[in-house]
């Protein structure tokens, strides 16, 4: 199994450019969730998904905008980057359940705005 | 503002001594989470604890979670050079499926 696999691993991009971060897993899992970690502030839920076309905003969604149309992909769309979006993004997948919160984590995408 | 606070945020220490670092929030957690990160690379999850006053061991990590599952600490013994990374804790404060982090405390080990 691959695991949680992320790409790009870097990217930068110009102020309202759009891009798409890719998000996809193996494991079957039906949670997956996007977090961006900034230096001291741990990580931040952006986006999550409970399955298969149902999406929810998690604490920062502003600017970023989600689909799952199927268990395995989760990409992450960045609508007019911001220099405030400056930041590393991590994709999660977990079972549901009792275990939803034990999380498998991806690389991460190391993303500069300009 | 951090539901989840750690501490210390940065810890530096030689190779072989003992160390404690703690996550404590003022909301009762459902169950915690402890996860180590290394530089360039996602979380990894360590343990979970759910019940209060519960104590695990991962070799020479011991995970403890107070009685009024408000806090929880990890020790680790005699730390090496690879425990060095980012120790984040992290919990369902709310209700849902949202987890919280915590800041994370970043451990260096010097040989």
């Known amino acids: 199994n691959a695991g949680v696999t992320q790409t790009p691993k870097f990217q930068v991009l110009k102020t309202g450019q759009s891009m798409t971060l890719q998000c996809a897993q193996d494991?079957?899992?039906?949670?997956m969730s996007w977090y961006r970690q900034d230096p001291g502030m741990g990580l931040r839920l952006i986006h999550y998904s409970v399955g298969a076309g149902i999406t929810d905003q998690g604490e920062v969604p502003n600017g970023y905008n989600v689909s799952r149309s199927t268990t395995e992909d989760f990409p992450l769309r960045l609508l007019s980057a911001a220099p405030s979006q400056t930041s590393v993004y991590f994709c999660?997948?977990?079972?549901?359940?009792?275990?939803?919160?034990?999380?498998?984590f991806g690389p991460g995408t190391r993303l500069t705005v300009t | 503002t951090q539901l989840l606070e750690q501490s210390p945020q940065f810890l530096s220490i030689q190779e072989g001594e003992n160390l404690t670092v703690y996550c404590n929030s003022s909301?009762?957690?459902?169950?915690l989470q402890w996860y180590r990160q290394e530089p360039g690379e996602g979380p990894v999850l360590l343990v979970t604890v759910v019940t209060g006053g519960e104590v695990k061991k991962l070799k020479r990590l011991t995970f403890q979670f107070g009685d009024a599952r408000k806090d929880s600490s990890l020790h680790i013994t005699a730390a090496q050079t690879g425990d060095t990374g980012l120790y984040l804790c992290?919990?369902?404060?709310?209700?849902?499926?949202?987890?919280?982090f915590g800041g994370g405390t970043r451990l260096m080990v010097k040989p």
């Open positions: 999660a997948s977990s079972f549901s359940g009792r275990s939803s919160y034990e999380q498998y």
């Open positions: 494991m079957n899992h039906e949670y």
């Open positions: 909301s009762v957690f459902s169950s």
């Open positions: 992290a919990s369902s404060l709310n209700a849902g499926n949202m987890l919280t």
